[in-house]
């Protein structure tokens, strides 16, 4: 659903990005991991198309989102982690409002159902100046899953959420993966990506250093045997391979 081949971003001389090459299927939540500056932003805004990669080719579907944008974009929903909303559009007529942009048929049926689920019915008739951060949030993603995307690309979503919209949202991200979705979560929570992401794509200085379940990623170290995400991901960005702490 999701596949990168060789994607380079530069800014001038610096790369931002370096040869990224992998693949999401329906079904999979790819966990995007990698201290700031790894190049994590870069790599899922280009997938968005909101960034042109400066070589390599991304295919969302059957399509290229090069060559046929609107096509590939159709089929994919990204969530920033700063939620952009109209000022003057209630909770309700910002769905219905991207309903007609995405022509989704049964927007009426859909609005409801996505109230519930990230508990927004109280708040339909509301304002963003009226919401929380974290009410915002979950706004953004109602926005994003109205057209059912066959790709999900999510930045930091649990931003500003309390504990029960996390766990709501967590329930949500796993609930369109097994309905075939390919999501991507990019997220500094590895409690989180362990949790519910069934491979891992661990970034630093713009480049891949691991690709793979935990147990494939561990098993290529066998000095990381029996050791968590963290451990993991720290022995892998570390300039001397070891664990901090």
Same mark, same amino acid.
């Given at each position: 659903m999701i596949r990168v081949d060789g994607l380079d971003k530069l800014y001038g001389d610096f790369f931002a990005? +370096?040869? @990224?090459s992998f693949q999401v299927e329906p079904g999979e939540v790819l966990g995007l991991v990698g201290p700031n500056g790894a190049g994590k932003t870069t790599t899922i805004r280009s997938l968005a198309g909101i960034i042109i990669p400066s070589r390599g080719r991304i295919r969302i579907g059957d399509h290229d989102l090069a060559t046929e944008a609107v096509a590939a974009k159709s089929l994919l929903a990204f969530i920033p982690d700063e939620p952009h909303l109209f000022d003057y559009l209630t909770v309700e007529e910002h769905l219905r409002f991207v309903g007609r942009l995405y022509q989704v048929a049964d927007v009426e049926t +859909? =609005? %409801? #159902? &996505? &109230? *519930?689920e990230l508990d927004l019915a109280a708040k339909r008739t509301a304002l963003p100046g009226e919401l929380s951060r974290g009410m915002k949030q979950k706004l953004a993603i109602a926005c994003g899953l109205l057209h059912d995307p066959r790709a999900l690309l999510l #930045? /930091? %979503? &649990? !931003?500003? @959420? #309390?504990p029960v919209g996390i766990r709501r949202m967590k329930a949500t991200i796993v609930r369109r993966a097994e309905a075939g979705a390919a999501v991507i979560l990019s997220s500094h929570l590895l409690h989180l990506v362990e949790e519910i992401c069934t491979r891992v794509l661990i970034m630093n200085g713009g480049s891949a250093v691991a690709f793979g !379940? =935990?147990? /494939? =990623?561990v098993a290529s170290r066998p000095a990381l045997? *029996? +050791?968590r995400l963290e451990d993991v991901f720290l022995a892998l960005i570390t300039p001397d391979g070891e664990p901090r702490g």
């Open positions: 990005v +370096r040869g @990224l +859909r =609005i %409801p #159902d &996505l &109230l *519930g #930045d /930091e %979503p &649990l !931003t500003g @959420l #309390d !379940t =935990i147990a /494939e =990623i045997s *029996g +050791r």
